[in-house]
């Protein structure tokens, strides 16, 4: 069992920038497939970004490229998104999920089905 907690979230400006938080415990962090999805009102939650188990491999949604970054820190458990010139269109509730598989294809991060364990949310709100 892996417990997810994310922090960061908050009210900014648009072009402003904001780090997301999530700390995981019990379970194999560090080899899991970590990811950021959101979920904004009245729409299904979406990918925004994801990370391999040995941290070599990455993906974004197309939205977000050049803008966010998704990284990692084993030693802390924790998986972090920099979001950088956030824009109105960001504003979501973000979930950090994770799942303990090691092999993937090029479509297995971005659904919402490949992650066995997900996070509370943290709201993220973008002002024009």
């Known amino acids: 069992q892996v417990y997810l907690v994310e922090s960061g979230g908050g009210l900014v400006q648009a072009g402003a920038s904001l780090k997301l938080s999530c700390t995981a415990s019990g379970g194999s962090f560090n080899t899991s497939a970590m990811a950021w999805f959101r979920q904004a009102p009245g729409k299904a939650r979406e990918f925004v970004a994801g990370?391999?188990?040995?941290?070599?491999?990455?993906m974004y949604e197309e939205s977000v490229k050049g803008r966010f970054t998704i990284s990692r820190d084993n030693a802390e458990r924790r998986v972090y998104l920099q979001m950088n010139t956030v824009k109105p269109e960001d504003t979501a509730v973000y979930y950090c999920?994770?799942?303990?598989?090691?092999?993937?294809?090029?479509?297995?991060?971005?659904?919402?089905?490949?992650?066995?364990?997900w996070g509370q949310g943290t709201q993220v709100t973008v002002s024009s």
């Open positions: 999920a994770a799942d303990p598989s090691t092999s993937y294809d090029s479509s297995w991060f971005s659904r919402v089905g490949s992650y066995d364990y």
């Open positions: 990370l391999s188990g040995s941290g070599g491999g990455t």
